[in-house]
C-alpha cells in the first residue's frame, strides 16, 4: 500500500470549500487513491477513489497531481455535518491488500 | 436494514473472558474485514478474507483470532481478553471486482475489557 501523509487538523468555515490535501509519494502506478470520512465514532463512508484522471462526485471532487504523487479532497461548500475525520488511503486493486488507514484529517467546520 | 451489521454494539467483559463479534453482511461481497480503532487514533487492520477459506493476518492479529464461517459472516474471537484490547470493532466488506479499496463499514462494536 502506498504510505500517506496527511495533516491532522483544518478549519473551514460554513458555506466555504473544504480542500483536504493527502501526500502520497510512493504510491505506484496501479494503486488508486481513496478516501473516507468518519463523522465521531460512526463507521467510515467511502467518499470518491481515483488513479489519474480528477474525479467528481455528489459528495466531493478528487484532484490528482500529474506525478500522483499528491492529491487533494475538494468540498466545495462545506457544511457543518461535514465535521469529520477525513482518511486518504492508497490499496493496490486486484491483490491482496491489506487497507491500512492512517491517522486522518480532523476537519472542523464552523459558523 | 444495515448492509453490513455487527453484534454486540456495546459489550463489558472481564480479563481473561473469551469474547466473539460477529459480522454479518447482505451485500454479497466476497472480502470481508476487521479493525481496531483506539482513541484519537486511525484504523488498524486485525485480519481479513477474501473468500470463505481465506483468512490473512494484518496489522495486529495477535490476541485475536476470525471465522469465516459463510460468505455473508465473519467473526471475530478474543480468546482471553486482557484491558488493553478495549477498543472500537469495526468490520468491512468489498467487492472482489475493481473496487477493492470501496470498503462499506458497520456501526461498530464497543468492547471494554475490565
Known amino acids: 500500500d502506498a504510505k500517506t501523509t496527511q495533516p491532522p487538523s483544518m478549519d473551514c468555515a460554513e458555506g466555504r470549500a473544504a480542500n483536504l490535501p493527502c501526500n502520497h509519494s510512493t504510491i505506484s502506478g496501479n494503486e488508486y487513491v481513496y478516501w473516507y470520512r468518519q463523522i465521531h465514532s460512526q463507521g467510515p463512508q467511502y467518499i470518491i477513489h481515483?488513479?489519474?484522471n480528477n474525479e467528481t462526485n455528489e459528495m466531493a471532487s478528487l484532484i490528482i497531481t500529474e506525478d500522483r504523487k499528491s492529491s487533494t479532497l475538494i468540498l466545495p461548500h462545506a457544511t457543518l455535518r461535514d465535521t469529520a475525520v477525513y482518511y486518504c488511503?492508497?490499496?493496490?486493486?486486484?491483490?491482496?491488500?491489506?487497507?491500512?488507514f492512517g491517522t486522518g484529517t480532523r476537519l472542523q467546520v464552523t459558523l | 436494514d444495515a448492509d453490513v451489521t455487527q453484534t454486540p454494539r456495546n459489550r463489558i467483559t472481564k480479563t481473561g473472558k473469551r469474547i466473539m463479534l460477529e459480522c454479518s453482511q447482505t451485500?454479497?461481497?466476497?472480502?470481508m474485514y476487521w479493525y481496531r480503532q483506539d482513541p484519537g487514533l486511525g484504523l488498524r487492520l486485525i485480519y481479513y478474507s477474501f473468500d470463505v477459506k481465506d483468512i490473512n493476518k494484518g496489522e495486529i492479529s495477535d490476541g485475536y483470532s476470525v471465522s469465516r464461517q459463510a460468505q455473508a459472516k465473519f467473526s471475530l474471537s478474543l480468546e482471553s481478553a486482557i484491558p488493553n484490547q478495549t477498543a472500537l470493532y469495526f468490520c468491512?466488506?468489498?467487492?472482489?471486482?475493481?473496487?477493492?479499496?470501496?470498503?462499506?463499514f458497520g456501526e461498530g462494536s464497543r468492547l471494554t475489557v475490565l
Open positions: 488511503i492508497g490499496p493496490e486493486i486486484g491483490t491482496a491488500s491489506k487497507l491500512t
Open positions: 481515483g488513479l489519474k
Open positions: 451485500k454479497g461481497h466476497d472480502r
Open positions: 468491512a466488506t468489498s467487492d472482489s471486482g475493481d473496487h477493492t479499496g470501496e470498503l462499506f
